[in-house]
């Protein structure tokens, strides 16, 4: 069964910098996609970045591109997700999430979402 259980969100002023964490199990983490979405109050969730099996392909939410950098440890079965320079439009509960498919790639598909996700953490920006 998969898991995965994300950590590092909090409270930050606007023009700094979080790192975000998602721990997976269940399966081998190497083999598949990852990726994080966001859902603010009041609107619906939204793809911020992906990343493949390898780490050598990713992918970005116009909205973050120059800010976020997702990378991964496939030794350490994590995903993560650096956020600099952040807005307090940034503000939203992100979530972790992966591919049902081994070796799969299109992130075209990942705007209306993975098969996997976790419980998100909150990420609040302050104006």
């Known amino acids: 069964q998969v898991q995965l259980v994300e950590s590092g969100g909090g409270l930050v002023q606007a023009g700094g910098s979080l790192r975000l964490s998602c721990a997976a199990s269940?399966?081998?983490?190497?083999?598949?996609?990852m990726g994080w979405f966001r859902q603010a109050p009041g609107k619906e969730r939204e793809f911020v970045a992906a990343?493949?099996?390898?780490?050598?392909?990713?992918y970005y939410a116009d909205s973050v591109k120059g800010r976020f950098t997702i990378s991964r440890d496939n030794a350490e079965n994590t995903v993560y997700l650096q956020m600099n320079s952040l807005k307090p439009e940034d503000t939203a509960l992100y979530y972790c999430?992966?591919?049902?498919?081994?070796?799969?790639?299109?992130?075209?598909?990942?705007?209306?979402?993975?098969?996997?996700w976790g419980k998100g953490t909150l990420v609040t920006v302050s104006s």
């Open positions: 990343i493949n099996w390898s780490g050598g392909n990713t």
């Open positions: 999430a992966t591919e049902g498919a081994m070796w799969s790639w299109d992130p075209k598909r990942y705007a209306s979402g993975m098969d996997y």
């Open positions: 269940g399966r081998t983490f190497s083999r598949y996609a």
